[in-house]
């Protein structure tokens, strides 16, 4: 027997096991919520009953996947859990899929086909070109409780994204049985599980290997621990085919080597600049000297030419435009823009390296002993004399060389022509990131206060805030000034925004505004909060027998200074003493300077980051609900009371 009909032998052999599974399961009240066990359902919002996943890689363009999931609902913060997407693509064909809907007696409600249900693109919000659809259904009923089913047969003509496994999904959720069952030809799959997974039950016949993962009766995790990955605290599989198929494309994931080559294969040919273009990119940068200049006149150029669209069109998911599209157009994906970058930089001879990366804020790291597509994003690095570059080019806005929190300090493939070779990109130091406050306040004797403040951020601090350069409507920028301080009542004046384009970036705001509820008054006395300018004012709980590390994503200083002028007369009368916190984590610092009737206050609030040792958790959580306490800090001026005359005797 050959290799296509084994193949097609075994499409039969599943296809008719799917239609047999429907067939028993018929209308049988055998989802009554009766027959969930107290036990499992004690406290859940949900209860899956059934949750069964069954995939055979026949050849690296031909896979076979089939769900069945069931789930009972008991109320309405699990209602999401009663829609569902089936989703298809020009590579996946959705040849079946069905969803029921049983009350609580097991009876069934209701039966939707596939011609019934919506049909969309899955991401037509954010797509310019996408081959991305789903039937979307939604089963939700207001009576609990109730249950769903879904049921989904596909044929997958590409296998370089093969279905991970997820044993439940939510902490408030049991799960009575969940399975997935793996064959492929022997030698052809591998697979990374997490400490929380089961380990699977492996068997080999006929040249191939199944792997069975399995949980029953489980009932899930009480609380989700923070500060650490959501991912790695749910029961997870993910698998990976070593020759992979996208497109009619044959792929090799057995090194990053081998997967860079690919890369670097789809990516011929479309570093072509038209003659047009090669002549406008060197009367921008041929008088320029150092390979710095160019690669950032460069850059500048891509900016101000190119915008950017989501594209992901089958093999335009990972092959760019060309060039001569880009240029022709004006956009292009990150894909694309990256190599339009790439290709223009080669032409005024300015090596540079086309990069791929997990992207995201806090994203989960990639697993580099796990060679596989992990990645979601391109940037390009440039190799300078002195130091790598790391450009975005999918942003009008950001400065050359930088890149933010959106990519930094990762994990990342460098793509050349000899293959693919892991790297880093920067790292932005605690001195780099750096919240400089200052705010000057003139207090009237009705308690009526007059400031101006001042904000230099910079680095990963200037990140959260050049957004706002572009924003002129006054409306705005005066809410994000009173979402940015702690005061009441603001009524704002002049508000002064600029930044300083540098490698190391810098955002400056100056505001003025007038406050009448800055300060507490009675009768000859002022009572002052010296911290209304950057306040912590949520922490998080400590934790009982916490398991897992936790990561401090901030690496950064925050430097504060509030300078408070009383009216002529006024003294202290009371204040905190100068205080000083330490832990592993970070420290912080805040003093009160009194001089007559003026307090100078200054914090210093100092992060590093890193992943740190379950056990000192609570040392972190106490640590922050220090800061919190001294935020919060008050300081009393009394009017001093003038000498009486004396009288004469």
Known sequence: MNYIQRGLLTLVGVFSLITHSMADSGDKPQYAVSKIDPELKKGKYSVVRVDEMELDVITPTKALFKTHYVITIFNKKAEDLAEHAFTYDNETVLSFAEARVYDQNGDLLDRIKAKDMKDEGTYRHTSLFDDNRRKVVDLKRTTYPYTVEFVEEKVLHSTMFLPSWVGFSDRKMGVESSIYKVTAPAGVLKYKQNEMAPEPVISKQEGK????????????????????????????????????????????????????????????????????????????????????????????????????????LGIGGFKPFSV???????????????????????????????????????????????????????????????????????????????????????????????????????????????????????????????????????????????????????????????RLLEVKSMEIGEIEMEEERDVIPTFHLKTDFESRLMVEKSVGRFFITPNQVNALTSTPKKAKNRKNPFYQYNEDIEVDTVVWQLPEG?????????????????????TYNVEGSQLTYTRKLALQKGVYAPELYNEYVEFLRSVKKADREKVTFHKQEEDSPKKDL
């Open 324 to 482: 001569e599209q880009v240029y022709r157009t004006g956009y292009g994906d990150c894909k694309a823009l990256t190599n339009y970058t790439y290709s223009l930089l080669k032409e005024v001879g300015v090596p540079s390296v086309y990069t791929l990366v997990r992207a995201g804020r806090d994203a989960n790291p990639i697993d580099t002993t796990f060679v596989a597509s992990q990645f979601n994003h391109v940037i390009l690095s440039v190799p300078l004399d002195k130091d790598t570059v790391f450009l975005e080019c999918t942003s009008q806005d950001v400065p050359f060389g930088f890149i933010g929190g959106f990519t930094d300090d990762r994990d990342v493939l460098f793509i050349t022509e000899e293959g693919g070779e892991l790297g880093r990109t920067k790292r932005y130091t605690q001195e780099e990131n750096v919240w400089s406050s200052k705010m000057e306040v003139l207090l009237d004797e009705e308690g009526v206060a007059r400031s101006t403040y001042w904000l230099n951020a910079t680095g990963m601090m200037y990140d959260n805030f050049y957004f706002m350069l572009g924003v002129k409507e006054r409306e705005k920028q005066i809410k994000f000034i009173n």
């Open 570 to 590: 006024y003294s202290l009368e009371n204040k905190p003493a100068d205080i000083q916190l330490k832990c592993p984590m970070g420290t912080f610092e805040a």
């Open 209 to 312: 290997e199944t792997y069975v993962w399995k949980l029953e009766q489980e009932e899930g995790i009480r609380k989700f621990e923070k500060r650490y990955p959501i991912a790695e605290q749910l029961p997870s599989v993910t698998l990976a085919a070593n020759v992979f198929a996208m497109d009619g494309h044959q792929g090799d994931y057995t090194s990053w080597k081998t997967f860079g080559k690919w890369i670097w294969g789809l990516n011929k040919g479309q570093d072509v600049v038209p003659e047009e273009l090669k002549y406008t990119i060197h009367s921008v940068t041929d008088t320029l000297q150092t390979s710095r200049e160019k690669a950032k006149a460069v850059y500048e150029f891509v900016q101000q030419n190119t915008h950017y669209v989501n594209l992901s």
